[in-house]
């Protein structure tokens, strides 16, 4: 049986040549998404950028527009540090891009753990830090992710996503306790997961926890591809994320490949003859 999604479930991440909030919200709404995905990598989306009343206006065009707004915290941030000065700032900053998502109507907030330090061998293995140093790296991540769950209680949804360390073991026994208690939630990026066996097992026992979704596509060498350009099974990945409270967003650039993932999702949605 075929996969029937709307159009309005499915989204964007501007990351690339975004101009402003507001051309985001009408380039989506151009296509007929329902969700559009800022990244605080960009200046542009900057949240000191956006006194109070700019907040307002953004969220008053988002709801003019249907559109859904979701927001990813920046990438250069890391819980995954010894180094307590820079988990405060990773902390201070992670604050401060929920406070804009409420503030702007994000319901959504997608973050990384971030990148723990490892030293290249002479055979080119990668030798890391957190197998040194557990109990601190899992004392550091444990605390930053208390802090977060508190600041983020009663607003926009906090979702981690598996990026490269999301499996390593401590960090997975780390997510088993925090999900267990709740406040937190996922983002599956379903390019970083393609071969990752461990990931994959992890999301689909916490696929209830899943509020967000990445789609694009894998060919065994690179990700961010539009879908039916690589090898992804993402049929049975959206089927299986169909019914959760997410959107799924094209994480794919420049904006002509945002294009073509429309073209595949109305091929999909309409006719189910789109080759996933």
């Known amino acids: 049986m075929a996969l029937h999604l709307p159009l309005t479930r499915f989204g964007y991440g501007a990351a690339v040549n975004e101009t402003s909030i507001k051309d985001s919200i009408d380039f989506a709404a151009s296509l007929g998404l329902g969700a559009v995905e800022l990244s605080l990598n960009l200046p542009v989306f900057f949240p000191e950028k956006y006194d109070r009343g700019q907040r307002r206006q953004v969220a008053a065009h988002a709801r003019d527009c249907g ?157 961010h591809l539009v879908p039916g350009a690589g090898r992804s099974d993402l049929s049975s990945y959206l089927t299986l994320l169909s019914c959760n409270d997410t959107h799924f967003i094209f994480e794919v650039r420049p904006r002509a490949a945002v294009v073509a993932c429309v073209e595949w999702a109305r091929r999909m949605f309409e006719t189910g003859e789109a080759d996933m």
Request: proline residues 4%.
């Open 67 to 223: 559109m859904a707004l979701t927001l990813h915290a920046p990438e250069d941030l890391s819980l995954l540090s010894l180094q307590a000065c820079l988990r405060r700032a990773a902390l201070d900053r992670l604050k401060e891009s929920l406070d804009f998502a409420s503030d702007i109507g994000a319901a959504r907030v997608t973050m990384h753990l971030g990148a723990a330090v490892y030293f290249t061998m002479p055979d080119g293995s990668r030798h890391f830090l957190i197998d040194d140093y557990p109990a601190g790296y899992r004392a550091g991540l444990e605390s930053c992710l208390a802090e977060l769950r508190e600041h983020a209680a009663g607003g926009p949804l906090l979702c981690i996503e598996n990026d490269p360390q999301f499996d390593h073991p401590l960090v997975l026994e780390v997510l088993r306790e925090v999900l267990a208690d709740g406040g937190l939630y996922l983002t599956w990026d379903l390019g970083h997961s393609y071969g990752r066996g461990a990931q994959v097992a992890f999301l689909r026992e916490y696929v209830s926890m899943v509020r967000n979704c990445h789609v694009h596509d894998h060919d065994g060498r690179s990700d």
